[in-house]
C-alpha cells in the first residue's frame, strides 16, 4: 500500500479518467522486482545538505533532517510530550475500542507503537514523508510513506482517531488540512493535535531581551517566507471549529527549558525539554535560515553556539508553551457539515 500511495501522489480519489501515455515502451514495464526497487530508491535516495540528510519524497517540503541524530532528537521530544501530559498518549476522550487510528507525521513511529500496543484491535497508520520508523511493529501498526498536504487517499469517514504532533512549519494551507481531516473521521471520532511554541516565554521578565524573543521571530519570518506558518499553536482550535469539529477542547502547558524549577515534576521536565531543544536547534534552524533566510552555514553554527549558551543560562526561566487541541466529528444530523 505504501508504493501505491508513493506513485499515485498526482491523483485523487474522485479522478475519473486517467490519460494513457501512448508513448509508452513495453521496456519501460520491465519486472515488478526492478519497479518496486526503483520506487523505493526515489523515497530513500535522501539528500545531504550542511553535514544532515534530508528526506527525498517531497524534497524541501519538511526543514526538518531524517538523520540518526534527528531521530534521537524525536524519541526525546516524545518523552517530553509523554511526560508533559503525565505519561498520557492523548487527551481526546476516544472510544476504548477505536478501530482505526491515523498518526501524521509519525516520525520515529514511537507514538503509533506505543499506541498500538495499547490498544490491539486498533489498526493504526503513521505516515511520514520519511520510511525512518521501524522495522518490527506490533502487527495492528503499520507506516506508509505519504504527505499529509496532498489530497488523502482514504475512504470518507473511516478513522475513529486522528493524532497530529509538531506539524508547525509543515502545512501551507491549515485549513485544507482540517477539512481533509474532518471528511475521513468518523461521526464521533476525534482529532487531537500537539503542537508547541517557537517563543520562549518567562513568568518574571528574565527572558526579555534575550535570544528567545529574536529566536522565534526569525521562525516566524522563515515559516512566513517558506508558506507554512509557526503561528498553529495559537490557531489550531478556532481552524478546527472552522472546519466542522464540535466540543473542541484547548489545553495549554507551561513546559520549562532547563532544571530551573522547585516543583520536582517541572524541574525533570525541564532538563529534558532542555536536551530536547539543545540536540534539535540545528535541525530546525540549518535548512529554514540557510535556504529561506539566505545565512551561511558558518553563521548559523556561531548563532546555535549562542542559542546553547542561552539554554544553559540558569538565571533564565524560560519556558515554551505546549498545547493541545481535540475535537469531535458530530454525529450524523448533529450538525450541518461546513462547506
Keep these: 500500500m505504501t508504493n501505491q500511495r508513493t506513485s499515485l501522489e498526482a491523483g485523487s480519489e474522485e479522478e475519473a479518467f486517467i490519460t494513457v501515455d501512448t508513448d509508452l515502451n513495453d521496456s519501460e514495464f520491465g519486472d515488478s522486482q526492478s519497479e518496486l526497487t526503483s520506487l523505493r530508491s526515489s523515497i530513500t535516495n535522501y539528500y545531504y545538505e550542511n553535514g544532515r540528510r534530508y528526506h527525498a519524497y517531497h524534497a524541501g517540503a519538511y526543514w526538518g533532517p531524517n538523520d540518526d541524530q534527528a531521530q534521537e532528537s524525536m524519541k526525546v521530544g516524545h518523552e517530553v510530550y509523554r511526560l508533559l501530559l503525565n505519561g498520557k498518549l492523548y487527551l481526546a476522550p476516544i472510544a476504548q475500542d477505536p478501530k482505526d487510528v491515523l498518526d501524521i507525521g509519525t516520525g520515529t513511529g514511537s507514538w503509533a507503537v506505543e499506541f498500538g500496543d495499547m490498544h490491539p484491535s486498533a489498526r493504526v497508520i503513521g505516515t511520514d514523508l520519511s520510511p525512518i520508523q521501524p522495522s518490527f511493529a506490533p502487527p495492528n501498526v503499520q507506516f506508509e510513506v505519504d504527505d499529509c498536504c496532498d489530497p488523502w487517499l482514504y475512504e470518507k469517514d473511516k478513522f475513529d482517531f486522528v493524532h497530529v504532533r509538531s506539524l508547525y ?5 491549515w485549513d485544507k488540512f482540517y477539512k481533509e481531516a474532518y471528511k475521513h473521521i468518523k461521526p464521533g471520532g476525534y482529532i487531537e493535535q500537539l503542537e508547541q511554541s517557537v517563543h520562549g516565554k518567562s513568568d518574571d521578565g528574565t527572558t526579555t531581551g534575550t535570544m528567545y524573543n ?23 482550535k478556532s481552524r478546527m471549529q472552522k472546519a466542522g469539529f464540535v466540543d473542541v477542547v484547548e489545553r495549554r502547558y507551561k513546559c520549562p527549558l532547563g532544571p530551573w524549577p522547585k516543583d520536582p515534576h517541572f524541574k525533570l521536565l525541564g532538563k529534558l525539554n532542555r536536551v530536547y531543544a539543545e540536540e534539535g ?3 530546525y534552524a540549518m535548512m529554514l535560515f540557510t535556504n529561506v533566510l539566505d545565512w551561511t552555514r558558518e553563521e548559523v553554527e556561531v548563532y546555535l553556539a549562542r542559542m546553547r549558551n542561552t539554554l544553559r543560562d540558569s538565571s ?16 450524523v444530523g448533529e450538525a450541518a457539515k461546513t462547506s
Design 214 to 236: 529574536e529566536w522565534a521571530q526569525h521562525f516566524f519570518n522563515a515559516g512566513d517566507k517558506f508558506g507554512k506558518t509557526f503561528r498553529v499553536v495559537d490557531e489550531a
Design 169 to 173: 512549519g509543515c502545512v501551507a494551507d
Design 316 to 331: 533564565i526561566h524560560a519556558y515554551q508553551e505546549m498545547v493541545v487541541v481535540y475535537g469531535r466529528k458530530p454525529l
Design 281 to 283: 536547534i540545528e535541525g
